[in-house]
T-cell receptor
Framework: DQQVKQNSPSLSVQEGRISILNCDYT??????FLWYKKYPAEGPTFLIS?????DKNEDGRFTVFLNKSAKHLSLHIVPSQPGDSAVYFC?????????FGTGTSLTVIP | KAGVTQTPRYLIKTRGQQVTLSCSPI?????VSWYQQTPGQGLQFLFE???????NKGNFPGRFSGRQFSNSRSEMNVSTLELGDSALYLC???????????FGEGSRLTVL
């Protein structure tokens, strides 16, 4: 049973435009969320996180938004670059276990 | 400092066989977690070990097992392999239980 869901398996965006990756979660008790990025033949690497006490966290071109009432978070990449092409996983850390989504494969077209 | 190392990187087995995968965590990390990645299922948690003790286990059958050694290195074993066990198996280490995860490159298992 997926605790964290990414309903878009893939996304294509033109270079320079905004990429928006979405994630929904089931349990309102979850309070810490992360995004990981994975290139082929490499392990996932941490990208950005957000705690439930905030509704936005920004790190350079990457911003994560959290809507607690909707149990929804999104990752915005602006501007998108070809090197951003990868699979993005959202995850929550309950303090006891990580739950990961199914991933969204982002392709940034030059 | 060296990252998480997983061996072997690729392997092919046949149904009914068993397999053992190895993971060497980042030096100083005492927690090792294992995940299975398959298309459409994302990263599914298998188990987490800390100081040689299994701290948490995901929803996988008993054919999946693991252990951790005193040097924090970990192995996972899958017995009586099934076609559906074909996946990328990822190991992650962290300093503390459920801490920030640092992943290895994975072991790609193909079951024929």
């Amino acid at each position: 049973d997926q605790q964290v869901k990414q309903n878009s398996p893939s996304l294509s965006v033109q270079e320079g435009r905004i990429s928006i990756l979405n994630c929904d979660y089931t349990n309102s008790m979850f309070d810490y969320f992360l995004w990981y990025k994975k290139y082929p033949a490499e392990g996932p690497t941490f990208l950005i996180s957000i705690s439930s006490i905030k509704d936005k966290n920004e790190d350079g071109r990457f911003t994560v938004f959290l809507n607690k009432s909707a149990k929804h978070l999104s990752l915005h990449i602006v501007p998108s670059q070809p090197g951003d092409s990868a699979v993005y996983f959202c995850a929550t850390n309950t303090g006891n276990q990580f739950y990961f989504g199914t991933g969204t494969s982002l392709t940034v077209i030059p | 400092k060296a990252g998480v190392t997983q061996t072997p990187r690729y392997l092919i087995k046949t149904r009914g066989q068993q397999v053992t995968l190895s993971c060497s965590p980042i030096s100083g990390h005492r927690s090792v977690s294992w995940y299975q990645q398959t298309p459409g299922q994302g990263l599914q948690f298998l188990f987490e070990y800390f100081s040689e003790t299994q701290r948490n286990k995901g929803n996988f059958p008993g054919r999946f097992s693991g252990r951790q050694f005193s040097n924090s290195r970990s192995e996972m074993n899958v017995s009586t392999l099934e076609l559906g066990d074909s996946a990328l198996y990822l190991c992650a280490s962290s300093l503390v239980i459920s801490g920030e995860l640092f992943f290895g490159e994975g072991s790609r298992l193909t079951v024929l």
